[in-house]
């Protein structure tokens, strides 16, 4: 059974930052690929950031480029998102993913292609 833990969200000043952990456990974590997806107040979830299996390569949303971080700890299960600059429309529930497939060559942008989803953590930025 694969679980995922979210944390580290809270609420944080525009300009901020936070960082926000996913724990991971059941499927052995070093071979998938992890993502990170959020949804804001009234707004369908949206693709954030995502890192491949190998750690090698990562892909973002034009909306987090340069602001956001993602990064995984193959030896604690672990993958971060490490968010700088934070503005208030950065205020959703974030979500890390799963891919579904082991050893996926490419990093997925689509929710489909992730099989295990975290709780949710809630960031809120506030003007």
């Known amino acids: 059974q694969v679980q995922l833990v979210e944390s580290g969200g809270g609420l944080v000043q525009a300009g901020g930052s936070l960082r926000l952990s996913c724990a991971a456990s059941?499927?052995?974590?070093?071979?998938?690929?992890m993502g990170w997806f959020r949804q804001g107040p009234g707004k369908e979830r949206e693709f954030v950031a995502g890192?491949?299996?190998?750690?090698?390569?990562?892909y973002y949303a034009d909306s987090v480029k340069g602001r956001f971080t993602i990064s995984r700890d193959n030896a604690k299960n672990t993958v971060y998102l490490q968010m700088n600059s934070l503005k208030p429309e950065d205020t959703a529930v974030y979500f890390c993913?799963?891919?579904?497939?082991?050893?996926?060559?490419?990093?997925?942008?689509?929710?489909?292609?992730?099989?295990?989803w975290g709780q949710g953590t809630q960031v809120t930025v506030s003007p």
């Open positions: 059941g499927r052995t974590f070093s071979t998938y690929g």
């Open positions: 890192v491949k299996w190998s750690g090698i390569s990562s």
């Open positions: 993913a799963q891919v579904r497939y082991i050893y996926t060559n490419y990093v997925p942008l689509d929710s489909g292609e992730y099989a295990y």
